[in-house]
């Protein structure tokens, strides 16, 4: 199977069969949108939505979150992992938007990147979702995905690479619907430790499968 069947098969089976996915984290605004993101490194979702209505209802604004303390902060999100990090990574970010950028999320992956807390993946999920940019950020699941299924080589052996074969091979409208199926695949289905091969929708085009190098039992 050429690269383009296997980009075609995927992509119009995910097309049919998870038509409008979205993304698990809880949030009304913007900015709720940006603090649930960067707590939802290396943690769950679940997790991060657990934490954040209180979190939300202290802090409402990126003006409160930046009158409050990175101490005040860490109060809210102690169960999250890395929670002295993020709280300083939070104080800050807010502190910035607060004074560069009138109190509003910057549109720009380069400007969403000055701010504490946000690198390249958190950029590309926020520009992603809020302003439909054509990019694709590349997490574990991500990565773990896109490498069983066959859709990168083996050169992509970092997010950065992976994230750039995606995209020249997923035409600019799908690339933020994407990041969404690839993610959910790989939460619920191609998960790391005991892939769901036999529940899987994608057995045809998967690479893995197609080499039998995974015959996991589901
Ligand atoms: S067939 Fe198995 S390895 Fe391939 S994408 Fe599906 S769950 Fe993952």
Known sequence: MTTAQRYKGVVAWFKKNVPAPQSELH?????????????????????????TPALFAAFPTPAKMADASPAAIFEYIQSISYPNNKAKNLYGMATMLVNEFDAQLPHSIEDLQRLPGVGQKTANVVA???????????????????????????????????????????????????????????????TARKPLCKQCGLTKWCKTMENGELRIES
């Open 27 to 51: 949030y009304t605004n913007p900015y709720q949108l940006l603090v649930s993101v960067i707590l939802s490194a290396q943690c769950t979702d679940k997790r991060v939505n657990v934490v």
């Open 128 to 190: 992603s979702i809020l302003y439909n940019q054509p990019v694709i950020a590349v997490d574990t699941h991500v990565f773990r995905v896109a490498h069983r299924l066959g859709l990168v080589t083996k050169a992509a052996n970092t997010p950065t690479k992976t994230e750039a074969e995606l995209e020249k091979n997923i035409a600019p409208e799908w690339r933020a619907v994407a990041h969404h199926w690839l993610i959910l695949h790989g939460r619920y289905i191609c």
